[in-house]
């Protein structure tokens, strides 16, 4: 993305890309559940796009797409369809290291069951966890969220996580200090496409 970035850490670029994420079009609906639950439904918008690695040793982040997944309509559901690749004519594609599908929850939800799917795909597609330098970075999808009911000024409350490599479900919140991290359970894949999850 033009004019975003490039971050030294991938702290930063959360820190960054959260509020960037939430204050687009319909991005939180947390204000129009009370009032009126079906037009928040109707409106909600899902934005994603991906943080990776690149060659010079940044974060950087990929366009935001809010093209919506087949059939979400009918759903009833926000969704994004994110590309499986990030095209950056500057480096050769195998240079490229996937890090985060990066998306918001207009409702502030958990992880999704088809956000635990698409996170496992990608995995399987990137592998599970990136050479950084002198570091090794899982693969993972995180909803950005807010509590707030300010629909033009939206607080960046943090964010949830799935992590294929761990299995671990972890929910981030945004303090003064940084990010605190709480775990909320663990993915158990019975089978390539069926889960359930144990709750901490």
Known sequence: MRNFGPFDSFSDALKATCPLI????????????????????????????????????KYELSMLTDLSAPGSALRREASCLLPPNVDDPRYPPSSIKYIFLLHNHPFAGEISDKDIHLAATMANAHG?????????????????????KDAHHPTCDGFHQYIPATRELMKWLSTERGWRSERMGTVNWISATTFVITRE
């Open 22 to 57: 939430l204050s687009k079009p319909n991005a939180t609906v947390v204000h129009l559940q009370e009032r009126d639950p079906e037009l928040a439904q109707r409106v909600s918008t899902e934005y994603c796009a991906w943080l990776y690695y690149t060659p010079e040793h």
């Open 128 to 148: 599970l966890v990136s050479q950084l330098g002198n570091r090794r970075v899982p693969l993972s999808v995180v909803a950005f969220f807010t509590n707030s």
